[in-house]
């Protein structure tokens, strides 16, 4: 047994859960990962990620010193790693950035920088990030993944009732009565959420409804499964909304106290029966009209989704299918009830909170409200632009048109992350300044001329929010890994310096003492974060925001009485056509995702031990595929699209239906978003990455 020279509570760095782990370190190395019994979110469970993943934090590849391009200022650029940079001290990095970055902003004005703030870094970061982009260089260019992610949840959620967040906590989970998991493989992706909710089935007799074209181990533990043709869930919910209103299951009482737009939607719906689903869906109607009445008899029923839902040309649309069912049904505002995207990474839900969005300062303050933004400049003491700025994928063809000269990029991997590769690496290639800031060089950090090492989770201190919007602080366990910086602190210094050369007399304001010191101002500028502080974190292990006021509980579900926008309102919708249909060049429909061993751009898990358990790029193909284009078993198979091609091993199974491969996003030597094209949601410029046309053979 090795003996701990101490135990330092953290959060894991991985998924939206917010699993609380304890670090115990030996010699300034963590060695092993526990979850305290007696803490929320977890209760002492853990998935694989959070137990032996973060043996990243100790890779030799980490950054520990700022790099420099050897071929500084050259375009177009090239990817190079490590040995294409040179290391320079912080003082030249930093002097060299701000320089670039004032040359830039004298040259192009303040809408020249397309900037990527972080779901991975702390609340803090993040608002310091935002504010050096709005204090500083004067733009509203700030975005983050959450674009790539829940945007049409967000989007819908806003329009039916006003909030985005998740409403019912993780804690409700296992009493559930009924609920529906769709488009989220959630015991892959959010693991110890799944384990509540299996809970809830096995111990509590709770009903499980999974809407998922793959047979994702959810299935299991399902009552009804309606496994449909990929991008056909308007039809599904509708259909369910036509059996509940035809048997007349809907909730009258609340839908007259507390909606508008009834009857006009149901007007809509007439038509949706779900015979007609099944011809769009191939869902039997019979199991359509089962879930239907599952959902709606319930006493209460809850509605939990994921990328399945959000990440599609019509997503917004598909969000705001399930949003009119719940109010339907009046599941919503209390236990056991409620719209829930599941957030995905550690701190999306904080990087949105925190303002790193280009229309919203903290908390979803309008950046063009004239209260809103006067209270802020009154505070920073300067002025502050009231224009909305660009989405992720807006800054993209910004660049490629030249309004935007410079990227920031965070804590993000946008080169793995962002769909039809091609696109955005030509974008890079061209761009007059890039400056990365991250714990890995990573295939965007690639084209940097400026990389900033940052520190990890492991080695700093501030907050993450979970998926139910519990605030909850991390620690530094480890030093830091050679000179590298926390972010908060390297964004301060670079701010104070940008400020200089452009010639400000006064600064917004970058000098704080420690992370409890930034969480101090954002909760001055932000209502509903007043009654939270670090303290109050560390005695309570945790707060749900709003919080209005220090004896405040905090809030674990929302909208009880109403909604932010009042009344929740009916969206009547219109079933439209996938992004990108097989035909006879392209056959097959990709759908691109996660497995549970890895992250993303693999950044961090293929560093870690996890990589030993899943080394390898691969594609789950049906057996009837398989035989078609004649593959065997771990064979390598090339998969093209109209964008790119990459080889992959072939993994036979009939978890992805015939006709529809999987390939998860995780592995650089097979990118998935070469294949993927960049046609988005009109309504939340989300792409769409769950359905492209591919081509199949043996390589
Ligand atoms: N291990 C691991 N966990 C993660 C992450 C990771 O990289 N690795 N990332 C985190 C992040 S940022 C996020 S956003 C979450 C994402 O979590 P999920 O949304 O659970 O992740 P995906 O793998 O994208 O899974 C999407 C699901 O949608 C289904 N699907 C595909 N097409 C459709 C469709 O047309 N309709 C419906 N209803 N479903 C469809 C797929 O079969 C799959 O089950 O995971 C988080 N957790
Ligand atoms: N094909 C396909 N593409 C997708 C998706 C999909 O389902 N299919 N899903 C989309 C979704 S939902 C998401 S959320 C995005 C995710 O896209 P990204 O956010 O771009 O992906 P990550 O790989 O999580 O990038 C995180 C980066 O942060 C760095 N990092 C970690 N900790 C720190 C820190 O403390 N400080 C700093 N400065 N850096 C740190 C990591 O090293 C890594 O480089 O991908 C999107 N792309
Ligand atoms: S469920 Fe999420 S937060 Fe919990 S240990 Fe796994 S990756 Fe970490
Ligand atoms: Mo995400």
Same mark, same amino acid.
């Given at each position: 047994m090795? /003996? ?12 939206g ?6 670090? $115990?370190?030996?010699?300034?190395r ?10 929320a979110p ?9 137990r ?6 100790? $890779? ?15 375009? @177009? ?10 290391e ?16 830039i ?20 970061? !993040? ?7 709005r ?7 700030i975005?983050?993944?959450a ?16 909030s ?7 804690a409700e ?8 998991v769709t ?8 693991p ?10 096995v $111990?509590n ?7 998922? @074209? ?8 399902? /009552? &009804? ?24 299951l809907?909730n009258? /009482? ?15 719906i007439?038509?949706?029966?779900p015979?007609? +689903?099944?011809?769009v869906?191939? &869902? ?12 709606a ?20 649309d ?5 949003? !009119? ?8 505002g ?24 280009? $229309?919203?300062?903290? =908390?979803?303050?309008?950046?063009n ?8 400049e ?19 063809d910004?660049? +490629? ?16 992350s962002?769909?039809?590769?091609k ?5 890079m290639? !061209?761009?007059?300044?890039v ?35 519990r ?8 030093? =830091?890994?050679g000179?590298?910086?926390d ?10 310096r ?5 010639g ?21 500028? %932000?209502?509903?974060?007043q009654?939270i ?9 945790g ?16 909208? /009880? ?10 969206? @009547?919708?219109? &079933?439209? @056509?996938?992004a ?7 056959p ?22 996890l ?15 398989? &035989?078609?284009?004649g593959? !065997?078993p ?7 699209s ?5 080889k992959?091993?072939t993994?036979?199974?009939?978890r ?11 592995f ?7 294949? %993927? ?11 769409d990455?769950?359905m ?8």
């Open positions: 090795i /003996e701990a020279d101490r135990i330092v509570r953290s959060t894991c760095p991985y998924c859960v917010g699993c609380q782990v304890n670090l $115990h370190v030996r010699e300034d963590i060695f092993k990962v526990d979850a305290p019994f007696d803490v977890n209760f002492g469970r853990l998935c694989v990620k959070g032996f993943g973060v043996d990243f934090v100790h $890779h030799p590849a980490r950054l520990s010193k700022p790099l420099i391009r050897k071929d500084f200022g050259r375009t @177009p650029r090239q990817p190079v790693g490590v040995e294409g940079f040179r320079a001290t912080w003082e030249e990095a930093l002097d060299l950035a701000a320089e670039r970055i004032a040359n902003h004298r040259q192009h004005g303040p809408e020249a920088f397309g900037t990527f703030a972080s779901a991975k870094v702390t609340n803090e970061d !993040n608002y310091v990030f935002q504010k050096f982009v204090g500083v260089l004067g733009t509203n260019n975005d983050h993944c674009r790539l992610c829940h945007a049409a949840s967000v989007t819908a959620l806003t329009i039916a009732i006003g985005s967040a998740m409403s019912n906590s993780i989970m296992k009493d559930l009565e009924v609920f529906i488009g989220s493989n959630t015991s892959e992706t959010h110890v959420i799944s384990t509540f909710l299996r809970e809830a089935v $111990h007799n709770a009903k499980l409804i999974v809407v998922d @074209p793959r047979k994702i181990e959810m299935t299991q533990f399902a /009552e &009804v499964w309606l496994r449909q043709a990929i991008g056909t869930d308007v039809a599904i919910f509708q259909a369910m909304a036509q059996v509940i209103v035809a048997e007349e809907y009258q /009482e609340f839908i007259d106290a507390r909606t508008e737009g009834f009857k006009e939607y149901a007007q809509s007439l038509d949706c029966t015979e007609w +689903a099944e011809t869906s191939g &869902v039997p109607a019979d199991d359509i009209r089962k879930a239907a009445r599952l959902y008899n319930a006493k209460a029923a809850a509605i939990y989704w994921g990328m399945g839902i959000s990440q599609s040309v019509h997503g917004t598909n969000a705001l299918s399930l949003a !009119n069912l719940a109010l339907l049904c009046g599941h919503l209390r236990p056991g009830t409620g719209l829930n995207p599941l957030r995905g990474q550690n701190n999306v839900q904080g990087a949105s909170d925190s303002g790193g969005l280009p $229309h919203v300062f903290t =908390a979803y303050q309008p950046v409200d004239d209260e809103v933004r006067t209270r802020f009154n505070y920073w003491g300067v002025r502050l632009n009231p224009q909305p700025g660009l989405t992720v994928m807006e800054m993209v910004a660049a +490629a048109r030249q309004v935007i000269h410079c990227y920031y990029i965070m804590g993000e991997n946008p080169l793995m962002e769909p039809d590769l696109h955005s690496r030509h974008v290639e !061209n761009m007059e300044f400056l990365a800031q991250d714990i890995f060089i990573n295939e965007s950090s690639e084209f940097a001329d400026i990389i900033l090492p940052a520190t990890s989770f492991a080695e700093k201190s501030g907050t993450f929010t979970n998926s139910d919007r605030v909850q602080l991390i620690h530094p366990a480890v030093p =830091a890994v000179e590298a910086r972010d908060w602190s390297i964004l301060c210094d670079l701010a104070k940008v400020e200089g050369k452009l400000r007399t006064t600064s917004a304001g970058f000098d704080y003492a420690d992370p409890a010191a930034i969480w101090q101002e954002m909760a001055a500028l %932000t209502p509903a974060f009654g502080d670090h303290p109050r974190l560390e005695r309570e292990n707060v749900h925001w709003p919080c209005p006021s220090p004896d405040h509980p905090g809030s674990p579900y929302l909208f /009880e009485d109403t909604f932010p926008r009042g009344k929740g309102i009916f969206t @009547p919708l219109v &079933v439209t @056509p996938g990108e249909v097989p035909d006879l060049e392209y097959y429909i990709l759908s691109t995702g996660r497995v549970l061993f890895h992250w993303h751009g693999g950044t961090m898990t293929r560093r870690s031990k990589d030993d358990i899943y080394p390898e790029p691969t594609v789950e193909i049906h057996p009837q595929d398989a &035989v078609a284009i593959l !065997n771990g064979d390598w198979v090339k998969v093209r109209r964008r790119g091609e990459i992959v091993r993994l036979i199974t009939e992805s239906p015939a006709g529809m491969v999987f390939i998860p996003f995780h650089a030597e097979a990118a998935a978003n070469e294949l %993927t094209h960049d046609q988005r949601d009109p309504k939340a410029k989300i792409p990455y769950k492209c046309a591919v081509q199949l053979e043996p390589a």
